[in-house]
């Protein structure tokens, strides 16, 4: 049988394409399952429907160490509702099969138990674009990156305002698709400011790799994706869009209002490039 080959080269065209418009690329973050697997495939439509040019879907998981009390109210809903790695799989096969890029986002012990080679040849198979692993170290990737790479699959690393020069080098070296910059130092959530130290730490990552830089966590307005749009090559946001349907009082509220964020983030993307 043929190995099927993942879509990371629409990971790169998507921000090929925001780069040539003069801008930075809009990418949002949902986990699977939230608020239901269905419920959950219809928000991340309607993120890219407002303006995301690529989405994160979230693996659901009991012991995050990134995830700040917004995203963890969220996949505490997917895993009280069942969601499961084939529930994940359906979600990056039916945004792929809308064309979108799709990443998915998870801590490294889901994959090391479901097998890396299997994890990466669904996620192949499902037309996915790659993995971000917040918690997986570059000096322990080897194995990921090497199922990745035979998939077609890209391997984004965070980075972090804390890591030194020497450190920055070796994961820009082992990353593809981009770097995602962590603006802050803890965990995720919607803030009144980003960051002070992400511009410098994207000056920082730009003297070691050409890959695209990406900052994420705490932006959510559309005031702060202009902000972040002057000096990054892409905004992820996640916690503002779990707020929105958390808030909401029911699910079309919650579609109605993850689109409205989305329009929001894509005309400050816009106006800051």
Same mark, same amino acid.
């Given at each position: 049988m043929a190995t099927a080959t993942g879509?990371?080269?629409?990971?790169? /065209?998507?921000?090929? #394409?925001? !780069?040539?418009?003069?801008? /930075?690329? &809009?990418?949002? *973050? =949902?986990?699977?399952?939230?608020?239901?697997?269905?419920?959950?495939?219809?928000a991340m439509r309607r993120m890219v429907a407002g303006g995301c040019d690529v989405i994160e879907v979230g693996l659901p998981y009991s012991d995050p160490v990134l995830d700040g009390p917004t995203i963890q109210a969220g996949v505490d809903v997917a895993l009280r509702g069942g969601t499961r790695i084939a529930d994940v799989m359906r979600t990056v096969r039916e945004l792929a099969g809308d064309g979108v890029p799709t990443l998915v986002m998870t801590y490294w012990n889901p994959i090391d138990r479901y097998g890396p080679e299997r994890f990466a040849a669904e996620l192949a198979e499902a037309g996915g674009a790659g993995c971000i692993l917040p918690d997986l170290p570059v000096e322990s990737s080897e194995l990921w990156r090497e199922v990745a790479e035979k998939h077609g699959l890209q391997t984004v690393f965070v980075v972090a305002p804390s890591n030194r020069d020497e450190r920055l080098a070796r994961i820009t070296a082992a990353g593809s698709g981009f770097l995602y910059a962590a603006s802050v130092m803890g965990v995720t959530g919607s803030r009144e400011q980003v960051g002070e130290h992400a511009a410098d730490l994207v000056e920082?990552?730009?003297?070691? #790799?050409? =890959?695209?830089?990406?900052?994420?966590?705490?932006?959510? #307005?559309?005031?702060?994706? @202009?902000?972040? /749009?002057? *000096?990054?090559?892409?905004?992820?946001?996640?916690?503002?869009?779990?707020? !929105?349907?958390?808030?909401?009082?029911? #699910?079309?509220?919650? &579609?109605? @209002?993850?689109? !409205? &964020?989305?329009?929001? =983030?894509?005309?400050?993307?816009?106006?800051?490039?």
């Open positions: 879509n990371g080269g629409a990971l790169d /065209a998507a921000l090929a #394409t925001a !780069r040539n418009e003069g801008r /930075a690329a &809009l990418i949002g *973050y =949902l986990p699977a399952g939230f608020p239901s697997v269905e419920g959950g495939i219809e920082r990552i730009r003297r070691h #790799t050409d =890959l695209p830089v990406c900052v994420g966590l705490g932006v959510s #307005t559309g005031a702060q994706a @202009a902000e972040v /749009a002057r *000096y990054a090559d892409g905004v992820i946001v996640g916690s503002a869009f779990v707020q !929105r349907v958390l808030d909401a009082a029911d #699910t079309e509220a919650g &579609l109605e @209002a993850v689109e !409205r &964020l989305a329009r929001e =983030l894509a005309a400050g993307v816009r106006a800051g490039g």
